[in-house]
């Protein structure tokens, strides 16, 4: 049940994951970068 929920959450709301991957990705370049 809950991970029905949990796709339904994801469907409608992609750009939320889209923007924690980047900023996960931009956060892994910065420590790198230090």
């Known amino acids: 049940m809950s991970s ?3 796709q339904l959450y ?3 709301h992609p ?3 889209q923007i924690r991957s ?3 990705h931009l ?3 910065r420590i ?3």
């Open 22 to 24: 980047i900023v996960d």
């Open 15 to 17: 750009t939320c994951l």
């Open 4 to 6: 029905t929920v949990y």
């Open 27 to 29: 956060s892994t370049q």
């Open 32 to 34: 790198l970068q230090t």
């Open 10 to 12: 994801i469907r409608s």
